[in-house]
């Protein structure tokens, strides 16, 4: 560890130190993942061959501002991994950028496949088992260009870019999932309120981005309709687990958005309807465990999503302060999937850190209760580790445990992160 390393890790203790004493707890499984997600574009910064940059950029763009330098994690890896594991996690998740590692068709970077391999180096340096993410929403701009997942030959593309990088980075990784938050395009037209309207902007947004590369077309997985993106997904997600597993024996999974849809005045038959949609449909592909990501409840109707009462407290993102949301979603899994569960996902965007710590602590009290439960939940990851880009909504919500400078980017771990690093070091809940 050079000096910084000490003096992060001397400070994370310090904050430890004089935090209020915690009732008893009862130890966690062996084995059990502590830690924090993150993603490649919303952290790294400069990512100017992907999509999403595009996007950012073009006239009538739907993002409050573009991702600019975002964290400067593509420099500054070595000091966000030093500080997770000052905090006491054992696990860092985070995404690899297919975008730097194939700038252009067919034309793989060594210099981006081991940047990412010195990534997973410094992970098992500071002890911290890795957990790959292989697309989280972005891709290269020449395959938004060509039709995205849309177009013919999308799956085998998406498959020759993740074998290559498993193939690359081999025993370095300990767990893995294709697609982040896979089921998404199913789940924004129903949850987001005038979606309709707004999907005329998204299109306007992505002619522009076609015109800009001299294209006819322009698919951004993420703002894909999800009648013609979920097919060549789930066959993308197939391919590429059969291309990672040829070169890699770690366990591999999906991750899923997984808001708890709770049936009010009538809308029992609605939301099993919902659920098969969103969630079961997806528990058939192959994987190794289901990620489970949960940061709200959702209240359905009859004819759907109902908002929620006046009176209930909201996050800075809009939506219901709810953690029990996470155990019902965690249970709900495990039962309809049959399959082991790793939270892969779960945070609170405020500004207000004393909300994420009673939001930590609420969410601490579902994940002991579905342990005790003999549910076969194999971890914790909390988003984020680092106030981030937040995609259209730019940088106008902290999720993380860690705020960063916008000018500087000097990382201050906030005393949300003192408080999940104890729980985490008492090997306990």
Same mark, same amino acid.
């Given at each position: 560890m050079d000096r910084r390393d000490v003096l992060i890790g001397l400070g994370a203790?310090?904050?430890?130190?004089?935090?209020p004493a915690r009732a008893a707890t009862r130890a966690v499984p062996k084995g059990f993942l502590w830690g924090t997600a993150i993603s490649a574009h919303q952290s790294e910064g400069n990512n100017v061959n992907s999509d999403m940059w595009l996007n950012e950029h073009v006239k009538g763009t739907l993002f409050r501002e573009p991702s600019g330098d975002a964290c400067d994690s593509y420099e500054r890896y070595a000091e966000d991994i030093a500080i997770a594991a000052s905090l006491g996690f054992n696990t860092h998740r985070f995404g690899i950028e297919w975008a730097r590692i194939e700038p252009e068709p067919g034309v793989f970077s060594m210099a981006a496949l081991d940047h990412y391999k010195r990534v997973l180096e410094t992970c098992r340096k500071h002890n911290l088992k890795?957990?790959?993410t292989y697309i989280h929403f972005t891709t290269p701009r020449w395959f938004a260009a060509r039709g995205g997942f849309e177009a013919d030959g999308a799956a085998d593309l998406f498959a020759r870019f993740a074998g290559t990088a498993a193939k690359h980075f081999g025993s370095l990784v300990d767990y893995a999932t294709t697609f982040n938050e896979m089921n998404l395009p199913r789940l924004i037209p129903v949850l987001v309120p005038g979606y309709e309207a707004r999907r005329a902007l998204i299109d306007r947004m992505l002619n522009?981005?076609?015109?800009?590369?001299?294209?006819?077309?322009?698919?951004?997985w993420v703002f894909a309709p999800a009648d013609r993106i979920v097919p060549p997904t789930r066959e993308a997600h197939t391919k590429a687990y059969a291309a990672i597993k040829a070169e890699a024996k770690h366990p591999l999974g999906i991750s899923l958005s997984m808001q708890d849809l709770q049936p009010v005045a009538g809308g029992e $038959?609605?939301? +099993? =309807?919902?659920?098969?949609? @969103?969630?079961d449909d997806w528990f058939d592909l192959p994987s190794d465990f289901i990620g489970v990501q949960t940061y709200t409840r959702i209240q359905v109707g009859p004819n759907g999503p109902v908002p929620a009462p006046k009176e209930t407290e909201k996050t800075a993102a809009g939506y219901e302060f709810y953690p029990p949301a996470l155990g019902n979603m965690v249970r709900y899994t495990a039962k309809a999937s049959g399959k082991p569960v790793i939270i892969t996902e779960s945070g609170i965007g405020t500004s207000d850190d004393t909300r994420r710590v009673a939001f930590?602590? $609420?969410?601490? +009290? =579902?994940?002991?209760?579905? @342990?005790?439960?003999?549910?076969?939940?194999?971890?914790?990851l909390h988003w984020s580790?680092?106030?981030?880009?937040?995609?259209?909504?730019g940088f106008a919500q902290q999720f993380g445990l860690v705020a960063v400078d916008r000018t500087t980017f000097?990382?201050?771990?906030k005393p949300s992160a003192a408080h999940l690093g104890r729980?985490?070091?008492?090997?306990?809940?």
């Open positions: 203790t310090a904050a430890l130190s004089g935090m890795t957990m790959l522009a981005s076609a015109k800009a590369c001299g294209s006819d077309r322009f698919s951004s $038959a609605k939301v +099993k =309807e919902l659920n098969k949609a @969103l969630y930590i602590d $609420a969410t601490m +009290k =579902e994940v002991r209760a579905c @342990l005790d439960e003999g549910i076969d939940l194999r971890g914790y580790l680092l106030d981030n880009f937040e995609w259209t909504s000097k990382r201050t771990p729980i985490v070091r008492s090997g306990g809940i």
